[in-house]
């Protein structure tokens, strides 16, 4: 029998809603966690971890003697992403000194400074020494920060820990956002473009500049291999813990919210198992969609994702099947449709398209202009290749994308570890504006920003606070 008085109702089909769960379970705390397939991160969010991801989730399996987390490394799978800034390909993912090497290798102004800098790795000890370094670094910084209880620290924290044989590569790079005046055309074009992509792709903010502890992340996260995580069944996993140490689950959508005086006071479920009346809720994923609630409005625009799948009259050339590739150009960023990722399978191309978020747009409306974009980036980036559509299926996921246009945000040293919490409103009338007092959100609204780990500390600090 599901209890109806709970301390925490936590929405959201994401393994964040169950670190989150868990934490409060073993304080002591009644939680359900519900999967309301209407509110939720997408793939971007929870798909894909770098190696100061994996780190801080082996630091959490540890602390709390979580096999799921400390075992991380058996839900991943490696793989490469080709990313292409205009015609130029960069492929990242490997081991660090391989991504490192296509970095100065395709921006050699940008990544490598022959005068003051040494690693041109063309010995085995200066690979093997990268290789360590970086790995340890980020064992390390994940675990100082996974301990680290003050927010206002974490910045300090995280560049005092970059060993010095890495910290001459990332001044290097960080200096090119106070000097681009100085730059080429095209080389400004490529940094800005780079910049953009890599950040959208790996911390869901759409810039061309960022704070120093942003570049950080950024930095090393290009640095990084990238791991693809079987994600569903690390949820099964720590569905299961969180069950047995008492926690309840529905995988069913809210029906009827009551408000009273800016709280939350009751809910019912498809189910007809009653009024639950919660002293807390949580929502933790991109943005709430056919539910009486809405997000605070903030300065920044936001972007959401067209998840679009062609099917194709003849198998895709070998060579680009299982690739993950991603896109941009110069001419692209400010725009509307400013880049998006393509996964090639036998003989189809299922394509991720940043949007600018608007109201009521209609697939229906964007359809055919949205099919000829791709089909010219297509040819543009592969004009070998022949491809003949013969079906095209859309849907908007529930990714989101924050805009930033602080320009001067390299000046900053802060980046998003401090607690920002968008509040969550009733919207059950028009002109109705009231914040609930007993709701909380959690995901890229709140300024995330460094995606998936900037949620993980964010998740980690609430876990023990609330």
């Known amino acids: 029998m599901l209890n109806r008085n709970l301390d925490y109702a936590l929405v959201g089909h994401n393994f964040f809603a169950f670190l989150l769960s868990i934490g409060l ?68 993912g490997d081991v660090p000194h391989r991504n490192f090497r296509e970095l100065c290798r395709k921006f050699p102004s940008l990544f490598y400074d022959a005068q003051k800098l040494s690693g041109t790795f063309s010995h085995e000890n200066e690979i093997i020494s990268f290789d360590s370094v970086y790995n340890d670094f980020c064992q390390k910084v994940s675990a100082l920060l996974f301990n680290e209880k003050s927010a206002g620290k974490m910045s300090l924290l995280f560049e005092n820990s970059i060993p010095e044989d890495l910290k001459g ?46 570049i950080m992340h950024l930095f090393f996260s290009l640095v990084s291999p990238y791991y693809k995580l079987d ?33 939350v006071k009751s809910f019912e479920l498809e189910s007809f198992d009653g009024l639950i009346k919660p002293q807390k809720m949580a929502f933790i994923g991109g943005y709430p969609v056919g539910l009486p609630i809405k997000l605070q409005a903030t300065q920044s625009a936001s972007y959401n994702c067209l998840n679009t799948v062609f099917h194709f009259k003849d198998e895709v050339p070998k060579l680009l099947q299982g690739k ?73 996921t529930l990714d989101v994308f924050i805009e930033d246009k602080d320009y001067s945000a390299y000046k900053r040293t802060e980046a998003g570890f401090r607690k920002k919490i968008t509040g969550v409103l009733e919207d059950t009338a028009p002109f109705l504006i009231s914040r609930l007092k007993n709701v909380l959100y959690f995901g890229p609204y709140n300024e995330d920003s ?14 023990e606070s609330l």
């Open 231 to 263: 994600h569903e069944r690390l949820i099964a996993d720590l569905l299961s813990h969180h069950l047995a140490i008492g926690g309840e689950f529905k995988k069913l959508n809210l029906q009827d919210l009551k408000f009273q005086s800016g709280l």
């Open 450 to 463: 460094l995606g998936t780990f900037s949620s993980l500390i964010e998740i980690k600090r609430w876990q």
């Open 25 to 92: 379970l073993n304080r002591g705390k009644k939680v359900l966690v519900l999967d309301d397939d209407r509110f939720n991160y997408g793939d971007f969010f929870t798909n894909s971890l770098t190696s100061l991801d994996v780190e801080f989730i082996k630091a959490w399996g540890e602390s709390m003697d979580l096999a799921p987390l400390r075992n991380i490394e058996s839900y991943l799978s490696p793989g490469k992403v080709y990313f292409y800034v205009g015609k130029k390909q960069v492929v990242l």
């Open 324 to 396: 993950k590739c991603v896109f941009t150009s110069p001419i692209k960023i400010g725009t509307e449709r400013p880049f998006w990722e393509v996964y090639f399978d036998e003989k189809t191309a299922t394509f991720n398209m940043i949007m600018a978020k608007k109201e009521g747009t209609k697939i229906d409306f964007i359809r055919e202009r949205v099919k000829s974009i791709l089909m010219d980036d297509l040819n543009f980036l592969f004009p070998e290749y022949t491809f003949e559509l013969v079906d095209t299926k859309m849907k908007f």
């Open 169 to 214: 590569h990332f001044n290097h790079f960080f200096s090119h956002f106070s000097q681009k005046e100085g730059m080429i055309e095209q080389e400004l074009y490529d940094f800005n473009a780079l910049v953009f992509m890599m950040r959208g792709f790996f911390q869901n903010r759409l810039s061309i500049t960022g704070s120093k502890s942003e």
